[in-house]
């Protein structure tokens, strides 16, 4: 295999029951191959009375069986991780691929579909996977991911974190609270995730310095832009917060150049000297009861595919807010193959629908048309699904 040019190599079967002396003939002939190969053993459970064996012979070892798109998966592999702590680096106990975007094409759990973990969740398992240093290896179909996936994906914040982050470990796990920190060996930058796994939103209390400071969040987000950021302290203290601003409010695209916003809308990207790799700081003396209130916007958008990309040419492809959207044959019976002559769109909050979602509503000459999220689709009656459709003049 070395003299194919292989860098890394996967092996199943290792870890349960734990094969020690398949693994050490294993890691011997990487050794005398001449070419550095990083060896991985999958699936968990890896014991952890075997870390030491584990992290002396492989590159990295999964902690747990598969992580798919439950949250109860995501919560099982935060008390796992518990014992694997003083592993983490230079080799990695590793969390599984990353579960998002467009998995399960050929059906191996479910149907093909877009991940079921909601916004909240794809948010806990990405900065959960990070803080930790597992090894980011993305489970999804990348070119099927939208613009949320890919923002998940792409941060450079997220990824400098990852990269250069040293000391991780668990402040604690309890009431349904997980909160882990690690500092940056280049910087010196301290990071701090906090996470509710309860069922039940709750304020997040955090403590700074020798003080406790208690962060509330109230959203409609992604179906309105407002996001409303409360801050209880019991003395005024000085600290910065950083607020995530999306490249989509922004008025760029976070694909890489995959596609581009192909409307004449005018979304002024923030610019001010407080905005920096996509987070605006606020750096004040905060005290008890100081809000913030932030509005995105949330205009229906459209979109057109690299021209590289041969099968979107021609075509346009619609978003609201951070959302792809997608037409359904079952909503669109007599208009699904009808083209779109320059259409005009207009939103609706539908309570119950698909757990209760923003529906686009499109108009052209005399046929309308409906659209609901891409990642809701294939959830109703079997049918045809479009996102790229033939381009026409676009009207706002």
């Not at 983490?88 to 050929?106: F, H, V």
């Not at 877009?114 to 597992?134: A, G, N, P, V, W």
């Not at 920190?181 to 509710?196: G, Q």
Request: net charge negative.
């Amino acid at each position: 295999m070395a003299s194919w040019g292989v860098d890394f190599i996967k092996i199943d079967d290792l870890s349960r029951p734990y094969h020690k002396r398949e693994i050490e003939m294993i890691r011997k002939a990487i050794d005398r191959c001449g070419r550095p190969i990083v060896l991985s053993m999958s699936p968990g459970k890896t014991p952890v009375g075997e870390a030491l064996h584990a992290s002396t012979h492989a590159n990295m070892w999964r902690m747990v069986d598969d992580v798919w798109d439950k949250w109860e998966d995501v919560t099982h592999l935060m008390q796992v991780a518990q014992d694997w702590y003083p592993y983490i680096g230079p080799t990695w106990p590793a969390c599984d691929m990353i579960p998002l975007g467009r998995i399960s094409i050929r059906g191996e759990r479910g149907v093909d579909r877009m991940t079921r973990l909601t916004k909240d969740e794809q948010y806990s398992l990405m900065t959960f996977f990070t803080i930790f240093r597992s090894p980011p290896m993305f489970g999804g179909d990348l070119p099927g991911n939208d613009e949320f996936t890919l923002s998940l994906l792409t941060n450079r914040e997220v990824l400098r974190m990852h990269r250069e982050s040293a000391g991780v470990r668990q402040l604690f796990q309890q009431g349904g609270k997980v909160a882990i920190m690690s500092r940056n060996s280049v910087t010196e930058e301290i990071y701090l995730a906090v996470f509710n796994i309860s069922d039940h939103p709750e304020p997040m209390e955090i403590p700074v310095g020798n003080e406790i400071v208690v962060i509330e969040q109230h959203t409609g987000y992604p179906w309105n832009g407002k996001v409303n950021i409360r801050i209880t302290t019991k003395n005024p203290l000085a600290f910065a917060l950083k607020i995530r601003i999306p490249s989509w409010a922004q008025n760029t695209s976070a694909s890489g150049g995959l596609y581009v916003y192909s409307d004449n809308i005018n979304i002024q990207p923030s610019q001010t000297p407080n905005t920096a790799d996509g987070y605006y700081t606020v750096t004040r003396h905060w005290r008890s009861g100081d809000s913030l209130t932030l509005d995105f916007p949330m205009q229906v958008r459209t979109v057109e595919a690299n021209a590289n990309v041969k099968d979107d040419a021609g075509k346009f492809a619609v978003e609201c807010g951070p959302l792809v959207y997608c037409m359904e044959e079952t909503d669109n019976p007599g208009t699904f193959d009808k083209p779109s002559h320059a259409p005009s769109f207009s939103v609706e909050w539908k309570p119950g629908l698909l757990g209760s979602v923003n529906v686009v509503h499109e108009q052209s000459d005399d046929s309308g048309k409906v659209l609901i999220p891409y990642y809701a689709w294939s959830n109703r009656d079997v049918g045809k699904m479009k996102v790229w459709r033939i381009q026409h003049k676009i009207k706002h």
